[in-house]
């Protein structure tokens, strides 16, 4: 049975600091492009990183994320990291962990960040 755990969500203040995990099991976790999503109230889904089988990097809004979020893996612990830095409130969203082999395949239950004063 193929499962991810996402944790580490939580409430923080602007400019804080939040680290995601995403824990995988049932699957061969090194071969799989691992993404993190998210979705705020009332829009879409949206892919905010992935990370290669060969450790290759896209964010794909580079303009929301880049220098404030860095996305890892380690195929030891079958674990994909999340770590956001300078959170805005626009940050606010429930963030999906994702593995795919070419496409989306398994998804996480989710877990919640909220950027609040």
């Known amino acids: 049975q193929v499962q991810l755990v996402e944790s580490g969500g939580g409430l923080v203040q602007p400019g804080g600091s939040l680290r995601l995990s995403c824990a995988a099991s049932?699957?061969?976790?090194?071969?799989?492009?691992m993404g993190w999503y998210r979705q705020a109230p009332g829009k879409q889904r949206e892919l905010v990183a992935s990370?290669?089988?060969?450790?290759?990097?896209?964010?794909p809004d580079s303009d929301s994320v880049t220098g404030r979020f860095t996305i890892s893996r380690d195929n030891a612990k079958n674990t994909v990291y999340l770590q956001m830095n300078s959170l805005k409130p626009e940050d606010t969203a429930v963030y999906y962990c994702?593995?795919?082999?070419?496409?989306?395949?398994?998804w996480g239950q989710g877990t919640q960040v909220t950027v609040s004063a």
């Open positions: 049932g699957i061969r976790f090194s071969i799989y492009t």
């Open positions: 990370i290669t089988s060969d450790n290759s990097i896209i964010y």
């Open positions: 994702n593995a795919a082999l070419s496409v989306p395949r398994y």
